[in-house]
């Protein structure tokens, strides 16, 4: 919210990394997002998965998270949101129930903790 022409910088950390099909899936978003929304400024830092898990833990310990990160949902899920390291989405959801209609429930489901939803997956994989 405000005025359009207001500069933001964000931080973002992801493991889309290298020729993996999700780092393309995920360059072509963010140069959409960039496109949108061109007074937003995102510090977009690339982590190679085997590196992320470690480095968002730490970072989290130390109280040095990024505004904005991939977090695998289930129990790094529950156990950032029982450390009241995450803010919940559900005004987000609840401001357009069209977007939320359209999810997968197991997109939403494997992020709620304590009835509060933390993030919407990317991909859900088949059980």
Sequence with gaps: AGAADKKVKISLWHSF???DQRAKFME??????????PNIEIDEQKIPRDQYQTKLKTQAAAGQLPDAFLIWPNAMTK???N???????????DKD???????????LDEFTVNGKTFSV???????
Excluded: C, H, Q
Aim: aromatic share 8%; glycine share 6%; charged share 25%.
């Design 28 to 37: 072509e978003r963010m140069n959409e997002f960039r496109a949108k929304y």
């Design 97 to 107: 129930p069209e977007w939320k209609n359209s999810l997968n429930p197991r997109a």
């Design 83 to 93: 450390a009241n390291l995450l803010a919940d989405i559900n005004d987000l959801l």
């Design 79 to 81: 156990e950032f949101a």
């Design 17 to 19: 990394v290298g020729a």
């Design 121 to 127: 997956g990317l991909g859900i994989t088949p059980t």
